[in-house]
Structures are given as structure tokens and as C-alpha cells.
């Protein structure tokens, strides 16, 4: 899954496809890209589910596809699954736009965060997800991340980044921006090694979790 851009702005024309989206509020729309050959089977998408669940639990707690004007009838639940499938490449993506909503509500505290996913006619692999924004930054981290740790599982890199530290300095880092800084005061709460918080910490800026705290312009491009 590739992201091609991130834009930040109201997009008022997308309030309609939600009844839980809160007038005016600003969103993030990221476009993707998803793989066309991509496995879609119902066993790689509940795999995948069940591997980003581990790093994001709350993941489980989410509502899927109510009030959303435009849900297809055809979506299937799934026991223990709280995102609806529709068996093609479209589940990978609204996959992606779940993890961001879940990201911006444990890093962002944002007590209330709704999304919908929409796909191109032509191409048919891309697809526009819009999602609630209170932080252009934390909204643009969120899409990275996710991203990132879904392309590792499809990829099959499991295990070659610890995405359990990289969440943990990233709370830390919101609650606390000062010990940024401060490496070994890190590693010493974290009970890790200096180097593995300078690795998960230039992750972060990799996924653009530093960049400068200031309003987007709307719908530039982040």
C-alpha cells in the first residue's frame, strides 16, 4: 500500500457520506495506493487484522460502517472482528483509515474521531480516506504508521521493528515533548537500551511524527 498524498481541510462534500461526521469539522484525506495483486482472501485480511490489533487493542472497540450513508450491503462481520469485510482490495485500505481513527483517539485524545474510505472508479486500486482531525501532525503520523506496519505484514517483515516502542516514545514524546531530548532519561523509563531508543526514535521522524507544530493551509499537500 502506497500513500501518494495527505491533504488537511474541511472537505465539506464528504460530510454527507457520514452521519457521524461533525459539521465543519477538519479532516485528513490520504489517497493510496493498494498492491492489485494483493492477497485478499479472507484469511490474509483476518491475519492482518489480528497483527495490528496486537499493537493497537483498542482496534477491537471500534464501530464499523454505521450511519455511513454510502456503506455497501454486502459487508460481512466477522466474530471478534469490529471491522466489516467486503472480501476485495477496498478491506485494506478501510483497514488503514481504522488505524488512523484509533491513533488520533490514543495519541491524540480525541474522544471522537469518524472516517469513510472511497474508491476511484479508474484506478480502481486507489482510494480516498477521509478521517477526523484535530492535529494535521498526529493525522499525518497516523497514515504513516499505519501504513507502514501493514505493508510490513503483507510484506512478511514481521519482527523487524519493534512497533510496540516506537507507540510508547511517541505517548511519551506527546505528554512530555521535552525529554525528545533526552535519550537516556528514555531509556531508563522505557527499560531499553540507548540504542534502541535512537533506532524507534528515528522511526518517528521517518513517519514524520516531528514535524512542526503549526495550522496546514487547507488542502495542501502534507
Known sequence: MKILAIYYGCFPEIEKLHTRFVRGQRKIKVIVDVD??????????????????????????????????AAPLYLTEEEGVSIKRIGEIADFPHL?????????????????????????KKPENRFDLFVECDDPRIGIFAACFSAHLINNYLSGCLGEDDF??????????????????????????????IENIIGALQQLADLNYFLERKELEDENQA
Open 36 to 69: 492489485e495483486d494483493i492477497d485478499d482472501s479472507r484469511e490474509n485480511f483476518l491475519g492482518l487484522y489480528r497483527h495490528t490489533a496486537q499493537f493497537l487493542p483498542t482496534l477491537r472497540h471500534h464501530s464499523c460502517c454505521e450511519q455511513w450513508e
Open 96 to 120: 488503514l483509515e481504522h488505524l488512523i481513527v484509533d491513533l488520533q483517539c490514543t495519541l491524540g485524545e480525541m474522544t471522537v474521531c469518524s472516517g469513510v474510505t472511497c474508491g476511484w
Open 164 to 193: 510496540n516502542l516506537v507507540l510508547k516514545l511517541a505517548a511519551m514524546v506527546e505528554s512530555y515533548p521535552e525529554t525528545k531530548a533526552q535519550i537516556a532519561r528514555l531509556a531508563t523509563c522505557l527499560n531499553e537500551s
